[in-house]
């Protein structure tokens, strides 16, 4: 069996055949799946190739950059949890997710629903503003580093991967790094424009990236095609080609031309492309499907390997642009008979085409005598460029063919010396004798149809204002709006969809975030938790958990049993909270329930419950086995308390140590003091209390109170710090008004 390829206690995976697991290679480096020895869960280990990074300079810029990506934390982003080096070879680690690409998903299935494809890009959306913050750009944004995880609940949750070379616009000089010198990283049918020019970027260039990323999640196809240089010529100086969207609704037209703008001025920000996207999604009807793409014109097609999105391609040197191609005339189309004129035309025939010049002039005196007496109309019909003359039938009279007599003439007048003219009156001519042709009765034209007049429907016109009033984020009039629209039409759930969603954004975004903010949606809220709006129902028991407890919890049981996972996990809460008898026994069930359902937070919760013995037996087994469900979904609080476990009960150091450093990874407060202890104590570290009291310092920074406590202990005694008994006293302030007992001990021990 062959040894397996470890860097540091990170190991390789094999596949059956006994090669290493690759996951995907570029030029950057190659892709494994891997297995973290310490911490006993899978990771995505990217090692990066080494003459990616050449020199100096670029290796530094690279490890600042890596690092900065490791400090973005984010539900929708696959977190960089380590960096390291071996024998001269840079790695990083970083979540693995348990799905797969859109990409993947694309090949397989085709084009994704609308409504499916929407929801991808909202969450890429709200990746892209927390790395906005970081003031990072990923610069890399497009299907395959796109991974779809389905949920228990049957949602779809979406990872960014591969923001471990994310670039930082910070002002420190790492902004103007490309790491390809002499080229752009990316992929072309992906790149923004700026990004092809080699121009500076920020993160107005992944919205440009997801745009084209969400035109091939409706389409089955980036928009721009061809070789690499037609690619990038395209993206740079062609617009975008909107008929490959025919049927999509006019808002996914209008959202995907803003984010493909040309100039990056003209695109969206990442909070307005949110609220943009979080609209049209808002104003979907429920039952909408993905329209079918347009049938290719066979211009536009790729080639076999533009398809392959796996891995940047790396562009190097300047790329020779062909000219923008100038419009070409429209084919002459193929000659066509001459249409035959209806009966009796309802409408004017179209004006004749010009005669053409080349119609041969073989033409008997009869047919000159008979086009003259009327036949001009058979004349053009007969002589239109690109048609065959036909035989002409004699017109047929449309008015009265009664001949008009010709007048005898007047007998001769004779000379007489007088020359005078007289006036002569010619004698009347003699009637002749006729039969008369009938007349033909002119056909009375048609009258026009009635135009039918469509009846105002007052569920569309309903929907339509409460979408204006959600897009100006008058939530309250919408809700408004809304729950008069469920009331009105009971059996229609758009409505009750659309309180869903307004509620959740709510939940979401931990809004509102004071009274004030409650009180202006709390009437409409109350009416739509009335209608049976589940995420109404989780929104109205947050806001009053704390004045109305027991109507709270109420609440949450009626969400809970519409399987709603944050009202078992928050219900849970109340009931361990509320400690009366049974109440703990209650809380473990929705704790474990929602354990099941997969979150995090509920197999936190029941895993101290049961290395606890709180509410049920002690269980140390089952305990952990909670825990470690929670780590691996990168849960912090779950591998601080799995750190804590092995520090305090087993004595496991190194164990503990590496548990409390992923856990600050994540900027998990707690862990930073837990870190301190060890390197106070020397557990599994050497003794160090300088460290111990900057990591005391940086969780006392972040919150944590019993940081607060430590860093105040190290200030009083002098302990790897500079002796202050003013900030010590402060610290045990700050402690105590957090709720740190043994730091308001101390302050009433002072006192006296």
């Known amino acids: 069996m062959a040894e397996p390829e470890k860097f540091q206690h990170y190991e390789v995976l094999r596949k059956p055949d006994g090669t290493l697991h690759e996951l995907g290679r570029g030029a950057m480096g190659v892709t494994y799946k891997a297995f973290d020895t310490n911490l006993r869960f899978h990771v995505v280990l990217k090692v990066i190739n080494p003459a990616f990074l050449d020199s100096e300079v670029v290796r530094q810029r690279f490890l600042r950059e890596a690092r900065a990506a490791a400090g973005l934390r984010h539900a929708n982003v696959a977190s960089v949890f380590h960096l390291g080096n ?179 001025d003209n695109r969206p920000q990442v909070g307005e492309l949110r609220r943009e996207i979080e609209s049209v999604l808002f104003s979907l009807p429920a039952d909408v499907s993905a329209p079918t793409p347009a049938p290719s014109t066979g211009v536009e097609e790729m080639d076999p390997m533009a398809t392959i999105f796996d891995e940047p391609v790396t562009v190097a040197g300047p790329v020779s642009l062909p000219p923008k191609p100038s419009p070409q005339p429209p084919p002459v189309p193929a000659a066509l008979p001459p249409p035959i004129p209806p009966a009796n035309p309802i409408a004017p025939p179209p004006q004749p085409a010009k005669p053409s010049s080349k119609v041969p002039l073989i033409l008997t005196l009869g047919t000159l005598i008979v086009l003259a007496g009327g036949g001009a109309f058979f004349w053009h019909q007969s002589t239109r460029p690109g048609t065959t003359p036909v035989a002409t039938p004699e017109p047929r009279p449309l008015l009265s063919t009664t001949p008009t007599p010709e007048p005898k003439p007047a007998p001769a007048t004779p000379v007489v010396a007088k020359v005078e003219t007289p006036t002569v009156t010619p004698p009347a001519p003699e009637p002749m004798v006729t039969t008369p042709t009938p007349v033909e009765p002119k056909p009375e034209p048609p009258k026009p149809l009635p135009v039918p007049v469509p009846k105002p429907n007052p569920l569309a016109t309903g929907l339509e204002e409460a979408q204006k009033l959600a897009t100006a984020e008058d939530w309250h009039g919408a809700m408004v709006a809304l729950v008069a629209l469920a009331r009105r039409f009971p059996d229609e759930q758009e409505p009750r969809r659309r309180l869903e969603t307004i509620c959740a954004r709510f939940i979401r975004d931990e809004k509102p975030a004071d009274r004030e903010a409650f009180e202006v949606i709390q009437v409409p809220l109350e009416e739509a938790a009335a209608l049976h709006v589940t995420s109404a129902i989780v929104l109205l028991a947050e806001n009053i958990r704390s004045t109305d407890p027991v109507r709270a919890l109420a609440l949450y049981e009626e969400a809970a049993a519409d399987e709603n996972i944050i009202a078992m996990r928050q219900g849970g809460l109340v009931y361990s909270n509320r400690k009366a008898p049974g109440d703990m026994a209650r809380a473990i069930a929705w704790f474990v329930r929602g354990a099941a359902k997969g979150d995090a937070a509920c197999a936190y919760l029941a895993g101290e419950s049961y290395l606890l013995g709180k509410g049920v037996a002690k269980d140390t087994t089952m305990g952990l086995d909670y825990l470690n469900q929670a780590a691996a979904k990168d849960y912090p609080a779950a591998i601080d308390r799995l750190g804590d476990f092995y520090y305090k009960e087993t004595k496991e150091y190194a164990k503990a140590l590496s548990h409390f450093e992923r856990a600050r990874s994540l ?35 972040r919150g944590d109170p019993t940081s607060m406590f430590f860093y105040a202990q190290c200030l009083e005694g002098g302990l790897g710090v500079t002796a202050d008994a003013t900030a010590a006293r402060d610290w045990y302030q700050k402690a105590a008004t957090e709720g740190e007992p043994r730091a308001a001990a101390k302050l009433q021990k002072g006192a006296k």
């Open 667 to 701: 900027d998990w407060a707690p862990s930073y003091g837990n870190l301190g202890v060890l390197h106070m104590n020397g557990a599994g570290v050497p003794e160090n209390p300088a460290t111990a009291a900057v990591l005391f310092r940086q969780g006392a920074e």
């Open 86 to 264: 071996e024998d001269d070879t840079y790695f990083y680690a970083m979540e693995f997710v348990d799905g797969e690409t859109v990409d993947a998903r694309l090949r397989r299935d085709g084009p994704l629903p609308l409504r499916m494809a929407l929801d991808i890009a909202l969450q890429v959306t709200r990746a892209l503003v927390a790395a906005d913050k970081q003031k990072l750009v990923h610069r890399d944004i497009k299907p395959a580093n796109i991974m779809l995880h389905e949920e228990d609940d049957g949602g779809i949750a979406v990872k960014v991967i591969d923001f471990g070379l994310a670039k930082a616009v910070d002002g420190d000089g790492v902004g103007e790094m490309t790491l390809t010198q002499g080229g752009f990283l990316g992929t072309p049918h992906f790149a923004s424009p700026e990004q092809l020019e080699e121009k500076e970027v920020d993160i107005r260039s992944d919205i440009y990236s997801l745009g084209v990323t969400l035109w091939s999640m409706l389409t089955g196809k980036a928009p721009f095609s061809g070789s690499m240089a037609q690619v990038m010529s395209k993206h740079l100086y062609k617009e975008v080609p909107v008929e490959q969207l025919a049927g999509m609704p006019a808002s996914v037209v209008k959202l995907l031309k803003h984010m493909l703008e040309k100039q990056p």
